[in-house]
């Protein structure tokens, strides 16, 4: 990591706020929404089917959207179904923000609600020092294991929680994508040396490895990134800090660096120009796994 960058992670005011910028300029969202509505009811229906309750994590939550989504898809389906859902999120804004869209969307009754404050890690070590034996029909962890050191661990323990034929459902970047690439290129010197990402390559060769069985499905998004090449645009400053996970990128990357970055954004690899605008293409998967054998 260049000595003058700082983790756009360690400002949660910032973050949060390039997070929303960026959620209004993807489609990465919609796309995940449009998953859940049409190919999770058909991918979960031989583990729901005749049930008439579920118990359901939802790992990294943040704001909460995509749980809403699936519990909304969930009531939709199976109207009389009631459901324990579990949140583990450690950003305590995020928490709230997640309280909140609860309280402003109708038709959650059905649901009990567990609000888990903390990271991963920790919530690990609560579940094993008050020894809780329940367990889950479907876990889902959407684009946040990028945020654990040790992901193997992770995936094994949730799916330890698994019922038998529950489901684990993870989503994160594919690494031969545009922000695969762009992570690849110069990924070390965003961010420390012992600090390593990861992409869905990886997580499929781990399970591999393991003998694990999962099937796997392509989410293709695109993230109008026009403003990052304005110089001194303040939502194109926000774009790239929350693309490069530096606080305040534009105004703190080496100029070699900052020129690096931009140039592989705007190459045809990466982004496509279309009507004015830069339309940066990238792909993640979601990977559903199955209980442990």
């Given at each position: 990591?260049?000595?003058?960058?700082?983790?756009?992670?360690?400002?949660?005011?910032?973050?949060?706020?390039?997070l929303s910028l960026f959620k209004e300029r993807t489609t990465c969202y919609q796309n995940t929404?449009?998953?859940?509505?049409?190919?999770?009811?058909?991918?979960?229906?031989?583990?729901?089917?005749?049930?008439?309750?579920?118990?359901?994590?939802?790992?990294?939550?943040?704001?909460?959207?995509?749980?809403?989504?699936?519990?909304?898809?969930?009531?939709?389906?199976?109207?009389?179904?009631?459901?324990?859902?579990?949140?583990?999120?450690?950003?305590?804004?995020?928490?709230?923000?997640?309280?909140?869209?609860?309280?402003?969307?109708?038709?959650?009754?059905?649901?009990?609600?567990?609000?888990?404050?903390?990271?991963?890690?920790?919530?690990?070590?609560?579940?094993?020092?008050?020894?809780?034996?329940?367990?889950?029909?479907?876990?889902?962890?959407?684009?946040?294991?990028?945020?654990?050191?040790?992901?193997?661990?992770?995936?094994?323990?949730?799916?330890?929680?698994?019922?038998?034929?529950?489901?684990?459902?993870?989503?994160?970047?594919?690494?031969?994508?545009?922000?695969?690439?762009?992570?690849?290129?110069?990924?070390?010197?965003?961010?420390?040396?012992?600090?390593?990402?990861?992409?869905?390559?990886?997580?499929?060769?781990?399970?591999?490895?393991?003998?694990?069985?999962?099937?796997?499905?392509?989410l293709t998004s695109q993230t109008d990134i026009t403003e990052c090449f304005i110089e001194g645009?303040?939502?194109?400053?926000?774009?790239?800090?929350?693309?490069?996970?530096?606080?305040?990128?534009?105004?703190?990357?080496?100029?070699?660096?900052?020129?690096?970055?931009?140039?592989?954004?705007?190459?045809?690899?990466?982004?496509?120009?279309?009507?004015?605008?830069?339309?940066?293409?990238?792909?993640?998967?979601?990977?559903?796994?199955?209980?442990?054998?």
């Open positions: 990591m260049t000595s003058s960058l700082r983790s756009l992670i360690g400002d949660s005011n910032r973050y949060l706020k390039a929404y449009d998953f859940i509505d049409n190919q999770l009811p058909d991918i979960m229906a031989s583990n729901l089917n005749g049930k008439s309750h579920l118990n359901i994590i939802g790992v990294g939550s943040g704001s909460g959207e995509i749980d809403i989504r699936i519990l909304s898809m969930l009531r939709l389906k199976y109207p009389l179904m009631s459901v324990d859902n579990e949140v583990v999120e450690p950003n305590p804004q995020q928490i709230h923000d997640y309280k909140e869209l609860v309280s402003q969307t109708p038709g959650l009754d059905y649901i009990k609600w567990k609000w888990n404050n903390m990271t991963v890690q920790d919530f690990e070590k609560d579940w094993k020092e008050k020894e809780r034996t329940k367990k889950f029909d479907f876990i889902h962890m959407f684009e946040m294991l990028y945020y654990v050191k040790d992901r193997g661990a992770t995936i094994s323990f949730f799916q330890s929680l698994l019922k038998k034929n529950g489901k684990l459902f993870i989503s994160l970047l594919a690494g031969d994508s545009g922000w695969g690439k762009l992570d690849k290129t110069y990924g070390n010197r965003f961010r420390e040396p012992e600090v390593s990402t990861v992409f869905i390559d990886e997580i499929k060769q781990y399970l591999d490895s393991k003998g694990g069985s999962y099937q796997s499905y392509l645009n303040e939502e194109g400053e926000l774009m790239l800090d929350f693309l490069t996970e530096v606080l305040n990128f534009s105004k703190s990357a080496p100029p070699d660096l900052k020129a690096g970055v931009l140039e592989l954004l705007h190459h045809p690899d990466c982004s496509v120009e279309s009507n004015g605008k830069i339309i940066f293409n990238y792909y993640s998967e979601v990977i559903v796994v199955d209980q442990l054998t």
